[in-house]
């Protein structure tokens, strides 16, 4: 073995930093801050948001439109009565989980990494919960009505029904979207400080201020901060897991073949992550790109993204073969039979096995490391994933209710220009939201890559002078 | 410039607060406090603060959310809503769990927020060492430590002396508005 190789080797087994050596404390702020009190109005961004913002439009357009004539305009009917609408719903859902898992997850099991891409991922997870929770709303079709959902006093004396999952899922969803919204702002108050103190505009100081609400730093302050955030991310970590949970039992407390089944909540939530992940590195990769912030989110970042998809992906794919085998065990004269069958053949024979594809086959190259460490594959598989977990959403709700046991109430679903109108439009408005983020908020928390820093670890004066080594901060190599 | 509301003693790194703020609680000032850009491990202990409620506040606020959550069901639908679906218990309890877990989860959470910043004194716009220039910095790489006037053991001149045997970047009188 040549010497060459050896070190091209070493080189490939190298474990790459959390953090590129080179930063302190006055640099990092300069970075992240700048680009947003500093960095001039780019004609990218600009023409970006109008592109979107006309999507935007569009999606005004259809819900206009729909408000006006109701939900006929939509492909949906007896028996499809739940298209687009819900398939979008639990797709947007699902991509928000995602973020709290990186922000409330991580953070319990003391991953330092999540440092650098918690913020993005959390307002990530706020603009899908506005998207998704635009579905429900307008399938209604009739949405100054939604306040019917809510145990609200009324004059016709009605009061919503506990027992249904329906309304679960409307209390599981508006305090996901509640607490996500707080634990977001939470993080970002110490930011907002240190906005407030470099703006150089004293009107941008005063808005910045304003959010900071005073923030000082105070020990006492920072002491009841962090106990704060970590019973947030406590009490997030089983919220999260509890909302995709509550959105399967929607389909798993009916008895439409197909829905009728106990694996749900965990594929639910395993899928869930699976394209949340896969929509991180979606905007991750340009964002850190656009940014040059190619040193506080490294490959390391995208490389253990990539692990998490890839480990997800295959509890998706146990999902999908466990549905074969249960029918398979139930026997060919049953309904569960039945559906596999029409999965295999029917009809939407080739939404399904584009879900193979997309979900189960093509993430399997994540297996390779070069692929891992490799933007841009990691770009093309993300999006991939993205649709095969549209795809699997579309079957689960389409196949199921086109088909189930009486044949003379069968019947096709075909979407019409107004679901993807709308559709497309919650892509644009997602967007647009992220182009307004990245412009007037750190996109990275400053504080906590502060943290990730040697010299932020105390260490007894005069003992040792500022050394990487006795600062435990293993992760760090490279700073002398 | 108007009455002294404090000394401001400007620190390089973490460490050098930390080894000052136990100095000045170990001499007996009690009323002062330390300032730095992020947490920083052990600080609050050396400024003598060992009193952190936000645990408990969350503890309260979710007992609430929980009783709130089941109170809610249990009184729509066993007594002012009542429906028998096919001779079905009206308390259902295990229907009722999902939403006792949300709403218990909604109001600790809230109540962490709310009590964190409650209890940090929060929104508060104006504090006297905002007058101080440098203090910009204490958000971004630099550490202060504060000893405020009201200390009974506070003397202009004595404390200055006192911090400045503690080797700072600099020391600036905190003014009162």
């Known amino acids: ?480 | 410039m108007s009455a002294l509301s404090g000394l401001l003693a400007e620190f390089e790194s973490a460490s050098e607060l930390v080894a000052a703020a136990k100095t000045t609680h170990r001499s007996g000032y009690n009323d002062i406090e330390a300032y730095s850009p992020f947490p920083v491990h052990g600080l609050g202990e050396a400024i003598g603060f060992t009193k952190n409620r936000v645990p408990l506040v969350v503890l309260i606020g979710g007992i609430v959310g929980a009783c709130t959550g089941y109170g809610l069901q249990y009184w729509v639908s066993a007594i002012t809503y009542p429906i028998n679906i096919g001779g079905r218990p009206l308390n259902s309890w295990p229907s009722f769990v999902i939403i006792t877990f949300e709403l218990t989860v909604l109001f600790a959470g809230l109540s962490a927020v709310a009590g964190m910043l409650a209890l940090n004194d929060l929104p508060r716009p104006h504090h006297p060492v905002f007058n101080v220039k440098q203090f910009e910095r204490a958000s971004q790489d630099r550490f202060f430590l504060c000893v405020f006037a009201a200390d009974p053991k506070f003397d202009a001149a004595e404390t200055r002396r006192f911090l400045e045997a503690l080797k700072p970047i600099s020391i600036a009188d905190v003014p009162d508005e």
């Not at chain 1, 590129?20 to 500093?38: C, F, Q, W």
Request: proline letters at 6%; one cysteine or more.
């Open chain 1, 1 to 480: 073995m040549s010497t060459d190789y050896a070190i091209a080797l070493a080189e490939e087994d190298r474990e790459i930093p959390v953090l590129e050596p080179g930063h302190d404390m006055a640099s990092i702020t300069a970075k992240i801050s700048d680009i947003v009190l500093e960095r001039p109005l780019s004609i990218g961004w600009v023409a970006g948001v109008m592109f979107c913002s006309a999507i935007v439009l569009m999606l005004g357009t259809a819900v206009t439109y729909l408000f006006f004539k109701g939900t006929g305009i939509w492909g949906i009917n007896i028996p499809v009565g739940w298209g687009f609408a819900i398939v979008n719903f639990v797709w947007w859902i699902g991509i928000g989980h995602a973020g709290t898992l990186i922000s409330a997850i991580l953070h319990l099991l003391r991953q330092s990494w999540r440092n650098s891409i918690n913020r993005f991922a959390e307002a990530m997870t706020l603009f899908a919960v506005m998207c998704a929770g635009l579905f429900p709303l307008i399938h209604t079709g009739r949405p100054w009505l939604a306040y019917w959902m809510f145990p609200i006093p009324n004059t016709m004396a009605y009061w919503p029904q506990f027992r249904s999952p329906l309304l679960w899922d409307v209390f599981a969803v508006s305090t996901y979207g509640t607490i996500s919204l707080v634990f977001w702002y939470t993080g970002l108050i110490p930011d907002l400080a240190t906005l407030r103190d470099r703006a150089s505009n004293k009107y941008i100081r005063m808005i910045y201020g304003a959010l900071a609400m005073g923030w000082r730093g105070e020990a006492r302050h920072w002491e009841r901060y962090e106990s704060a955030y970590l019973l947030l991310a406590g009490l997030s970590t089983p919220l999260v897991l509890s909302v995709h949970t509550v959105v399967s039992f929607d389909f798993a407390i009916s008895i439409m073949p197909g829905w009728h089944t106990t694996v749900f909540p965990p594929y639910f939530v395993a899928g869930a992550i699976y394209s949340g992940f896969a929509m991180v590195l979606i905007l991750c990769i340009p964002v850190r790109a656009v940014y040059n912030l190619k040193d506080m989110i490294t490959l390391r970042h995208l490389e253990n993204a990539a692990k998490v998809m890839l480990a997800t992906g295959l509890i998706v794919a146990y999902g999908y073969i466990l549905e074969i085998y249960m029918a398979w065990y139930a026997g060919p004269k049953s309904i569960d039979w039945f559906t596999v069958h029409n999965r295999f053949f029917g009809p939407y024979a080739g939404p399904y096995w584009a879900l193979w594809i997309c979900n189960i086959i093509t993430p399997q190259v994540l297996w390779i490391k070069s692929v891992r460490r490799s933007p841009f594959w990691l770009f093309i598989i993300s999006l991939v994933v993205l649709v095969g977990m549209w795809l699997e959403r579309f079957v689960i709700i389409i196949l199921s209710l086109h088909r189930d046991f009486v044949p003379s109430s069968w019947g096709m679903y075909y979407p019409t220009k107004w679901d993807w109108m709308t559709y497309i439009g919650t892509l644009g408005l997602f967007v647009t939201m992220i182009f307004l983020f990245c412009r007037v908020l750190p996109v990275i928390s400053i504080f906590e890559i502060r943290m990730l820093l040697p010299e932020s670890h105390v260490h007894p004066v005069g003992a040792h002078p500022v050394d990487a080594k006795h600062a435990g901060a293993p992760q760090l190599e490279g700073k002398h």
